[in-house]
């Protein structure tokens, strides 16, 4: 189950009312779980441990997010960017693809579009 720390908020799009906050963690798992089939689950549950704001579990699935989640998004695209490369960049691209085009009204960094 999923924990949000911040409070949630919900917004009309994208198939329906759903939190804001469920959105983002929706897409940041989706991204997760990318680099996790690319790298491996070890390399990247180290690596993910340095985002304070964010908890994930042993899946890649997320456990908690707090903080600004755009702002999160960027910090994870960066991390991935700074671990393997403009392949990392273009491995979240593409993770966040499908989920974007899902919640047209989520707000994401220009990085992941």
Known sequence: MLQIIEEKTSVQGGGGIRGTYEK???LIEAIIKKQIMIIGATMVLEA???LKELQVKNDGSVGAISGDPKKLLVDLVDLFRD?????GEISCKKAAKEIIEKYPDL???????
């Open 24 to 26: 983002y963690s929706e």
């Open 48 to 50: 993910v441990q340095k």
């Open 83 to 87: 671990l393997y490369g403009n392949f």
């Open 107 to 113: 707000e994401v960094p220009n990085k992941l579009r």
